[in-house]
């Protein structure tokens, strides 16, 4: 496929469930308390085209080592430390981006011109600017849903003059291969063994809690999934368990908005980050739009980050206040085009059916579980 026919269909495909997770040890209890500061990691900075050069060293197979592949290797290096350290992106692109120039110290063998160009290549295809700052896993899964080939970028069909032969690499398909490979080649993901291991836990937790934390946004995405008919068990997150608490035994819970993937829920979820008690869904930047949904909710049903209700009142006034999910874009639909850090399959009501389907349905089935007023 063709780097503008890929381009073209990007904006009608979903983004898929690629995520990766940093190792078990660092999965126990609930991460960072509410209101907690993360630790800020230090920026990783390369070139734009260096981007390239690590998913190409992946579809190397026995080629002698060459400059930029001792620099990928390094960056893949950071990865498996840090899937989610900040990566900024500076490369040399004139007056207006001084403050971020890189310089020429990482430039390749080819020309300045060559090198130029293949920077801001890549960051026109990707959509960014010189000097942005993404976190790792968010920058690579953006790189390997828009840059399939570097026929055009790192190499040339025809070349036009001596400053424009291009890499030596661009010729073969490694880059290729190693897009073929995918995030997960980069970055592992969380193992079943974990994962199961954090769902019987947070479970127990649950089943012994008095006070819940729960993300604000999720209560929606709970009524989606019962509408759906998702019941217990479900491997990727507790909600259908805290419906069927809710709904069957304990209607009366206490239920606090809480601020980040909280453990109690999400401990089980392939996405989450649990030293960082955040979601990496969403191409790697889950816990951006989760925030933004979190405080759309919130302002709807008049709520802050600590509020504590019990669940069958809070669902009253969720279900008072949202209706449906269709006609309320800040909440679950969005404009978004693909790839974008803001777009995930619940957004974009183009690309289904009936989106709001499954909220109306879930809703009216736990208004009548909850002997709350009639759906009108």
């Not at 953006?142 to 025809?158: A, E, F, N, R, W």
């Not at 769902?199 to 989606?224: D, E, G, M, N, T």
């Not at 639909?333 to 289904?352: A, R």
């Given at each position: 496929m063709k780097r503008r026919n890929f381009l073209q269909c990007a904006g009608l495909c979903g983004t898929g469930g690629l995520v990766g997770m940093v190792p078990a040890a660092l999965a126990q209890a609930s991460a960072a308390p509410d209101g907690a500061v993360p630790k800020k990691s230090t920026?990783?900075?390369?070139?734009?085209?260096?981007?390239?050069?690590?998913?190409?060293s992946l579809g190397e197979e026995g080629h002698e080592p060459v400059r930029q592949y001792e620099r990928a290797r390094q960056i893949r290096d950071a990865l498996r430390r840090n899937p989610d350290v900040p990566v900024t992106l500076a490369c040399h692109a004139g007056a207006l981006y001084s403050f971020q120039d890189s310089g020429t110290g990482e430039d390749t063998p080819e020309s300045d011109e060559f090198n130029r160009k293949r920077d801001l290549d890549v960051l026109?295809?990707?959509?960014?600017?010189?000097?942005?700052?993404?976190?790792?896993?968010?920058?690579?899964?953006?790189?390997?849903?828009?840059?399939?080939?570097?026929?055009?970028?790192?190499?040339?069909?025809?070349?036009?003059g001596?400053?424009?032969?291009?890499?030596?690499?661009?010729?073969?398909?490694?880059y290729e291969k190693g897009f073929e490979k995918g995030v997960r080649a980069l970055?592992?993901?969380?193992?079943?063994?974990?994962?199961?291991?954090?769902?019987?836990?947070?479970?127990?937790?649950?089943?012994?809690?008095?006070?819940?934390?729960?993300?604000?946004?999720?209560?929606?995405?709970?009524?989606?999934?019962?509408?759906?008919?998702?019941?217990?068990g479900y491997k990727e997150d507790n909600l259908p368990e805290l419906l069927d608490l809710i709904l069957n035994r304990k209607p009366d819970i206490g239920i606090k908005m809480a601020k980040g993937a909280d453990w109690m829920i999400c401990a089980p979820c392939p996405g989450r980050n649990p030293e960082l008690n955040c979601c990496t869904h969403v191409m790697g930047s889950g816990d951006l739009d989760s925030q933004k949904r979190d405080l759309d909710l919130l302002?709807?049903?008049?709520?802050?980050?600590?509020?504590?209700?019990k669940a069958r009142d809070l669902y009253r006034l969720i279900f008072e206040r949202i209706t449906t999910t269709h006609g309320i874009p800040d909440i679950c639909?969005?404009?978004?085009?693909?790839?974008?850090?803001?777009?995930?399959?619940?957004?974009?009501?183009?690309?289904?059916?009936?989106?709001?389907?499954?909220?109306?349905?879930?809703?009216?089935?736990?208004?009548?579980?909850?002997?709350?007023?009639?759906?009108?």
């Open positions: 920026p990783l900075t390369i070139r734009p085209y260096q981007l390239l050069c690590t998913v190409c026109q295809i990707l959509g960014l600017a010189p000097g942005c700052t993404l976190p790792a896993r968010a920058l690579f899964e953006l790189l390997l849903k828009g840059l399939p080939t570097v026929s055009g970028i790192c190499g040339y069909d025809t070349v036009t001596e400053a424009w032969k291009g890499c030596p690499k661009a010729a073969g398909d490694n970055i592992s993901p969380r193992t079943e063994e974990e994962m199961a291991r954090e769902k019987a836990k947070s479970l127990q937790a649950l089943y012994a809690a008095s006070v819940v934390p729960v993300r604000p946004h999720i209560l929606v995405c709970a009524v989606c999934q019962y509408g759906e008919g998702l019941r217990p302002q709807k049903v008049g709520l802050k980050f600590g509020s504590t209700m639909i969005k404009y978004n085009t693909m790839p974008s850090v803001w777009w995930d399959e619940c957004c974009g009501h183009l690309f289904q059916g009936n989106p709001r389907a499954k909220y109306e349905k879930g809703r009216r089935g736990m208004m009548k579980k909850l002997n709350l007023a009639r759906n009108k």
